[in-house]
Every structure is written in C-alpha cells, then in structure tokens.
C-alpha cells in the first residue's frame, strides 16, 4: 500500500504542471476568447432585438398611420356625402320652389281664362239676346206677312 502511495504522491506531482499549463489556458481562453466572443453575441443580440423592437415600432407606427389615413378618408367621404345631400337639398327646394311658381301661374292662368270665359259668356249671352229678339222679330214679321197674303187654317188637317 506504501508503494501505491508514493506511486500516486508522484502521480499527483507529475500532474501539477499539467494542472497548471490547463489552468492557464482555461484563463487564456476564458479571456482571449471567451469574454470577447460573449461580448459580441450580447452586442448581436442587442442589435437584433434593437431592430426587432425598432421594427415593431416601425409597425405601429404604420398602424396608427394607416388608422389616421383611415378616419381622414371617411371623415373626407362624410364631408362629401354632406355637400351632395346639401346640393340635393337645395335641388328638391329649387324644384319644389319651381313647381309652386308653375301652379300659381297656372292658377292664375286658369283664373285669367275663367273671368275671360265668364266675360265673352256675358258678351255672348248679351249679343244672343239682341240677335234673339231681332231674329225673333223677323220671324214674327215674315209669319205675319205670310198670313196676311195667305189663309190661315186653323185646326187640322
């Protein structure tokens, strides 16, 4: 058991330097790579999700751009619709306007013809008076004279 002993003791003395030269280039490794290469994964990282945010951001600020062209354009739309139910407006009340000057004139028209009938009626009626009663006096003269120069039977036939 002494001679394992010692067999491990110079074992273990053997391994020292070996222990160390690791050591040292655990320590070289850790600061000649490791450190610069975790330097510039973090920085890649920062960056990518710098420009994942700066690209959500860019998102939502195309969304929110979109949102505003989107309540322009229908308030832009509400404004026009506006404007022609206006000009609608005004073209029934210009109609209306035009088909109530139309019947006054007509009424009126109509009102002009009915006293210029109710006149010539009156004038016609005034005229077929006089003629009447002239005519009716030719007749009773011609029927009088033709009585007189004919007989007259009275009674049947």
């Not at 070289?28 to 920062?46: G, Q, T």
């Amino acid at each position: 058991m002494e001679q394992t002993l010692k067999q491990l003791g110079e074992l273990l003395l053997g391994s020292i330097p070996t222990v160390v030269l690791l050591l040292a280039l655990y320590g070289l490794y850790h600061v000649l790579l490791h450190k610069p290469l975790e330097a510039i994964l973090a920085e890649r990282r920062k960056r990518t999700q710098g420009a994942v945010e700066q690209a959500r951001a860019d998102i939502a600020l195309a969304a929110s751009r979109a949102s505003e062209y989107e309540i322009r354009l229908r308030d832009a739309r509400l404004a026009v619709f506006k404007a022609l139910d206006g000009r609608r407006k005004q073209a029934v009340e210009a109609r209306a306007a035009a088909v109530a000057q139309a019947r006054e004139r007509a009424q009126q028209q109509i009102a002009e013809a009915k006293t210029r009938l109710e006149q010539e009626t009156a004038a016609a009626r005034n005229t077929l008076g006089a003629t009447s009663d002239s005519i009716a006096s030719q007749i009773i003269q011609t029927v009088l004279q033709s009585a007189g120069s004919a007989p007259v039977s009275v009674g049947g036939r």
